[in-house]
């Protein structure tokens, strides 16, 4: 007996069927992907900094500073900066508050919060709350008691908070000073928690997860729910078995359906590699967006500033400037040369400072024979024209002089233009940083 056909399609009523389930599993696949990479994405760098294998893990609910510059050996994290020290806190709120406490600080420093979904959500420091020392108690999504006397209280939207704290660096003679500060904040706890000793999983594979990136989406979200502005796509999410503490790799037994997700996972990847999302405002070859770090429901620009610079920071703080090409549009390439030349009145406009940072084509920093990463306001011998103009020399091979050099490896390259406290005509979108010139 034949099987009806579709006059509309000429297919098979069967075959319509087996179609429409793999377009709407591909598309809810994709789309759970694009939602969720940030959260799995933090799952596994808190694991990978946690990890007790690690020369010098990071414990949860304590604080660790990085004593010293980040260079190119420092890979856990995209996009690092070389203008500050970091100190990475990792909080689990369901074991209580958790007080930080910072003393008189005359120098900028931040501490940015950030909830499991990459959403900043406060600061403590330079611009948020001033160079005085304070108490700042922060407390899970559900708690309901009352924090120590003299605390300001600081609610997180979910239980895992990664407090991510930058302090200046002046120079090279400056470094210890900058440590004995980053040493003199304090995270108080009800009690110390154990990392996980389970395998962590390197942040920068979740795009060969396959079927198991929504194992981890399971995993993470028991601890840290979804806001309830995603409550529509969390129900479709759990129709189809992916959600809290499911593990799809093994509930979904059907290979075509387990097929189609393994699939979305790669496309979706895709997709994010190919946006622009994360880079979308500003002048010329130079792009920034003003909306990085709160999203406000945009899931793909989330996940294009997660897979790209996890951690940046919200406007107010900080903006960043990144190109890819020069004036004509050209990739960047070390084997050429380039000038990046600063008139007296386009130097950034920044209350704090201002930085430019080298990376390869992974979002790293370059290996280089004087270890200069970056170079900036602060760079000791910075040579300025006559005018009060500023250019920076950019090659592989070393100029002449090398005292506004900016090395790049022998290949391609980006490059990022931190401003730091931008002032209105940066906030506002109204500064276009100036070419960068093949000479």
Known sequence: MNEP??????RTECTDRLVATVADTFRLGFEAYLWAYPLVLMARTRNVLTDPNRR????LNELRVVPRLLTDRDREVVKPNNDTIYVNGWLDLRAGPVTLTVPEVSRYYSFQLLDHYTETWAYVGTRATGSQAGRYTIVGPEWTGRAPGGATVLTAPTNTVWVLGRVLVEGPDDLEEAKRIADSFHLTAPRTLA????????PHTVKDAGIGFFDELGAAL????PPAADAELVARLAAAGIGVGHVPSSEITDPLVLAVLTASVTAAHACLVASDRGLSAGGGDWRYDLNIGRYDGDHLLRAVVALNALGALTAEEAVYANAGCDGDGNGFDGHNRYVLRFAVNELPPVDGFWSLTMYDSEDFLTANPIQRFAIGDRTEGLRYGADGSLEIQISHEPPASTA????APAGPFQLTLRFYLPERPIRDGEYTVPSVRRV
Request: aromatic share 4%; glycine share 4%; with cysteine.
């Open 5 to 10: 056909t579709n006059a509309r399609t000429g």
């Open 56 to 59: 010098h893990p990071c414990r």
């Open 195 to 202: 990392s996980a000793r389970t395998r962590a999983l390197s």
């Open 222 to 225: 028991v601890a840290n729910p």
């Open 404 to 407: 506004n050099w900016l090395p």
